[in-house]
């Protein structure tokens, strides 16, 4: 009964954002994703059988499947593999996975998971489902379950923040678990919360994404002056940081090198124009322009891919999404390369990640300055658990 009335549901849903898909599709991160989410354009679910089909939600969550990938890969097992998204970035870093991983024995297919109420015409001849850490979607359960696959959620976590939303719902979370077959938390309070909404089979594993630390190509040489990097910047935030770090910038020598790093490509132009306005007079370069841009006082970090690249060089990096109410971001690459990490103080979506990580400070905007003042005397972070890998490893044999 249940079924019924929420495939009823989103099937008006789905009715209404076709009416609005012309539209939304003109934008470029939309132009892909949305007529293969909501019209299966060029999405078809593939045909052979899928041993492993894995689902997750954006860039983060889809490079933490690395290291299971590989295993995989390594076993030798012939094995068909499907990835899911549902963001543009995502999809991109599943292709690079691809390319990665894929061999004459591991074929890895990369789709966009198609809106709800498609799944069921969709969905093909699957093994097991896994989804990672909070893409709590019925029917994707649901559907997988019907085609007679074993079902579970990886890395699973519930944020302190948004926890209390997911008990008032409770009722409805309870009927997605019960289609999932196991679970693996991160944390003991990610598998308390859970039980708490009506999981079942709940263990706790550890992070994934200790499992997948970035290395550096050694893309650049550390530049001769400290380098300061403002880490997955956010609308609001930069605003914030500009007017504290201003006032360094005022004197005849600027104390160090900033570079600028936002989170969202679309927002380069917007960031570069308001580093133009906040710092008037400054020495400043775009990475996309190329040449010696670190050389520079201010620069725009526009490029794709190679922020890791930047923290393996950086003297401080201050990891942003968390001086505005975003959540933060992951800490854990930053910890990779034993950098010095401030963060502001709103990382609710992260607590279990600095869990993991000791040596970095949470602080205010304005008492950032004070913190620069002495870059050399900051302390390096570092990695403090590491996650049980033979559970997540079981899973695939």
Same mark, same amino acid.
């Given at each position: ?130 989804? &990672?850490? #909070?893409?709590?979607?019925? @029917? $994707?359960?649901?559907? =997988?379950?019907?085609?007679?696959? +074993?079902?579970? *959620? /990886? ?63 050694? &893309?650049? #040489?550390?530049?001769?002056? @400290? $380098?300061?990097?403002? =880490?997955?910047?956010?609308?609001? +935030?930069?605003? *914030? /940081? ?156």
């Amino acid at each position: 009964m249940f079924s019924a009335f929420y495939f009823a549901f989103v099937w008006v849903v789905q009715v209404f954002a076709l009416l609005a898909l012309p539209l939304l599709a003109l934008k470029a991160k939309y132009k892909h994703s949305l007529p293969a989410r909501f019209a299966l354009w060029r999405n078809a679910f593939p045909r052979e059988r899928i041993d492993f089909w894995f689902h997750a939600c954006s860039l983060g969550e889809v490079s933490s499947l690395l290291p299971l990938l590989s295993f995989v890969r390594d076993s030798g097992r012939d094995t068909n593999i499907l990835l899911t998204t549902i963001t543009k970035t995502g999809y991109d870093k599943a292709l690079s996975l691809q390319q990665a991983c894929g061999s004459e024995r591991l074929h890895v297919s990369v789709r966009y998971l198609p809106f709800e109420p498609l799944l069921p015409l969709w969905v093909g001849d699957v093994r097991k489902l896994l989804v &990672l850490e #909070a893409e709590l979607w019925y @029917a $994707l359960f649901a559907v =997988a379950k019907k085609r007679g696959a +074993e079902t579970l *959620l /990886l890395n699973a976590r519930i944020s302190s923040r948004s926890y209390p939303k997911y008990l008032r719902f409770a009722w409805f979370y309870a009927q997605i678990f019960a289609h999932i077959d196991r679970i693996l938390a991160q944390s003991d309070s990610d598998k308390e919360c859970l039980q708490t909404l009506g999981a079942q089979n709940v263990v706790v594993a550890g992070n994934l994404k200790i499992l997948n630390l970035p290395s550096s190509k050694q &893309l650049f #040489a550390r530049p001769a002056r @400290a $380098l300061v990097v403002l =880490a997955s910047t956010h609308n609001g +935030e930069e605003s *914030l /940081l500009f007017d504290a770090l201003r006032p360094l910038y005022e004197k005849a020598t600027p104390p160090f090198i900033l570079l600028v790093a936002p989170r969202h490509p679309e927002r380069f132009d917007s960031v570069w124009e308001l580093m133009c306005a906040h710092f008037v007079g400054q020495k400043m370069s775009r990475r996309s322009a190329g040449g010696a841009f670190l050389e520079s006082d201010i620069v725009l970090a526009d490029s794709l891919g190679e922020l890791v690249e930047f923290y393996a060089i950086a003297s401080v990096v201050v990891l942003c999404g968390s001086f505005v109410p975003v959540g933060g971001h992951n800490p854990l690459e930053v910890a990779a390369f034993s950098v010095p990490l401030l963060s502001g103080e709103e990382i609710f979506n992260q607590i279990p990640l600095f869990d993991l990580v000791e040596g970095y400070a949470l602080i205010k905007p304005h008492e950032l300055p004070e913190k620069l003042a002495n870059i050399a005397a900051l302390p390096p972070t570092r990695l403090r658990k590491t996650p049980d890998k033979e559970q997540f490893f079981a899973l695939l044999k």
